[in-house]
């Protein structure tokens, strides 16, 4: 099966590009410092022919759709078609499905775009992955790139400690901390001056890599093979948007194709502090505004901008975009955890976000709409800010006179497992 990719498009001016490791938006229409996402192009009719033949399981089997034509270059780690678990009731949304990707190979849904991202790469005689992250996205690069037998360099933050250090390390290739800002400017220096594969965003409008927001799509797809059909509304964690824009990019797709007739509604959920994208739609304004540095237990999404295609996507679907609180995320990944489920602090903001949905998004009916909210990652990494609300552990000894007395103080205690179940 071959893939239908033709080359990338500017999401403003329409411009077309052949593909080329192009990092920093379309240089057509580029004002300044800022400029317009690009987005791939395929042969629509080339795609929909290939669409009755899909083979393979996970992110592969949408070859077609997405823009590495040598299967030479791809690579993989098993990454997609993760479980789509049904919480009814959850956050008082009545038909609710989770997309959990914390299955994926590093426990997070980058591995979806870094996947495609390193494939491209590799396509485009790459030796060097270079990423600047504060964790999830920088340890799927790694693990991609040294997949593929490349090397990387992973920028992440001066204040980032371990787990996250040892999971950038594990893969072979050099890590460094440096300031919030200074991780940009490296890794812009390392793509004009030494030749990286930027695999991440380095510019103020971020921009970041088009290829590997391709490999988002495949949620689209997959959720609508899993369900069935189409859900009313989408929600999901959201820092740059890229998984938000990828995704819509997908609904869009199935459409284009002839897959289905319709497509979601678009919610993205955001740490209260920043927003910035709740603060654009609130002020009607075309380009998403730069908020001030903020602090949020949902570290991983805490940037102070997002991309233009992304507010697209939310105005174009008729979506919302909606700010949650940290303790509104630490409450959702309680409960998630009482259902079997264990999210990393930004990855269940979309589950934060979900009580929210009747007040934020116009004619949404939480008993009748049906809802999947993204799970972006898994809890492990980021267990610092999950200990803040748990009991501390008690050491007893080993007779069963201490276990029964421990037995009796949970049973006194209210908001423990037992007492919620
Ligand atoms: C756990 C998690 N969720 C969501 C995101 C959202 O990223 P983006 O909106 O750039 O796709 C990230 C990445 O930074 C993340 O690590
Ligand atoms: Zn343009």
Redesign the pocket.
Known sequence: VRSAFVGLRCTRCGAEFDPEPMFEGCPKCAVGEWAANLAAVYDVGLARNAWSSLVGRGVWRYTPVLPVRDPRSRTTLGEGDTPLVDVPGLGGVRWLWLKNESANPTW?Y?DRMCSVAVSVAREMGARTIGVSST???GASAAAYAARAGLDYVALTKDDVGDPTLAFLQIFGGLVLKTSRRGRWELLRYGVHELGWHSVSTYTSAPTGNPYGVEGYKTLAFEIVAQLGHVPNAVVV????????SGIWAGFQQLVELGQTDSTPRMVAAEPAGGAPLSRTLAAGLDHVVSVPAYSTVAK??GASVANDRSLLALRASCGTSIPVTDDQILRAQQELGRRGIFG?P??VAGVAALALLPESLSGFEPGRDEVVVIL??GGLRDHHASRERLAPVATIEATPAALLDALDKRAARPNTPSSTA
Do not use: V
């Not at 964690?237 to 938000?244: A, I, M, Q």
């Open positions: 997070s980058k964790g999830n996205h964690p959201t820092c740059y948007g890229e998984g938000l991983s999404i990393e930004a990855g972006t990652a």
